[in-house]
T-cell receptor
Framework: RKEVEQDPGPFNVPEGATVAFNCTYS??????FFWYRQDCRKEPKLLMS???SGNEDGRFTAQLNRASQYISLLIRDSKLSDSATYLC??????????FGSGTKLNVKP | GAVVSQHPSRVICKSGTSVKIECRSL??????MFWYRQFPKQSLMLMAT?????????EQGVEKDKFLINHASLTLSTLTVTSAHPEDSSFYIC????????????FGPGTRLTVT
């Protein structure tokens, strides 16, 4: 079983739409959770950390559900520039970070 | 923000040769750096954790004699792919952890290795 699982997509949405991604993780001892964004052939860039209380950064909202072992990312008012692959990352013991396979988002005009 | 550089960004080498990739943290000290590999249309796979002043910790299935890691200073880790073969062609990305923010890691721009 994979450490982190994501729906690969692609999610094709029009500009202005709201889109949500989910990610599940297998190890209940996981300590840290992140969403990264990766553009084609580039390195991943941290989008936001995910906390149990949830967090919001502009149009982006992330939630963590420890009981069900999933994290989510909600993007409101999608922009063309949001088109990318979104990677769910789960960390253990400070020293291990496991990446999901990524969810591809295409925002169309 | 924290900046991590990698060199080279792209390398093409012949089968059987060795390639060294450098990863540097430019504005912070990183006792821990990570090496990942990403094949096309796949996610990043952790290869090894590089610890300054000690031996690297390799993930299961990663050959430590083939992928040599040296973390000689708080700002530099190197990955040497020895006797490279075409199946080693991949995108290699390093990341570094800022000790002031232990849960986060900052990624280098990656090195695209092509073995012919």
């Amino acid at each position: 079983r994979k450490e982190v699982e994501q729906d690969p997509g692609p999610f094709n949405v029009p500009e202005g739409a709201t889109v949500a991604f989910n990610c599940t993780y297998s190890n209940s001892a996981s300590q840290s959770f992140f969403w990264y964004r990766q553009d084609c052939r580039k390195e991943p860039k941290l989008l936001m950390s995910v906390y149990s209380s949830g967090n919001e950064d502009g149009r982006f909202t992330a939630q963590l559900n420890r009981a069900s072992q999933y994290i989510s990312l909600l993007i409101r008012d999608s922009k063309l520039s949001d088109s990318a692959t979104y990677l769910c990352v789960v960390g253990y013991n400070f020293n291990k970070f496991y990446f999901g396979s990524g969810t591809k988002l295409n925002v169309k005009p | 923000g924290a900046v991590v550089s990698q060199h080279p960004s792209r390398v093409i080498c012949k089968s059987g040769t060795s390639v060294k990739i450098e990863c540097r943290s430019l504005d912070f000290q990183a006792t821990t750096m990570f090496w990942y590999r990403q094949f096309p249309k796949q996610s990043l796979m952790l290869m090894a954790t590089s610890n300054e002043g000690s031996k690297a910790t390799y993930e299961q299935g990663v050959e430590k004699d083939k992928f040599l890691i040296n973390h000689a200073s708080l700002t530099l880790s190197t990955l040497t792919v020895t006797s490279a073969h075409p199946e080693d062609s991949s995108f290699y990305i390093c990341s570094a952890r800022d000790e002031g923010a232990v849960y986060e890691q900052y990624f280098g721009p990656g090195t695209r290795l092509t073995v012919t």
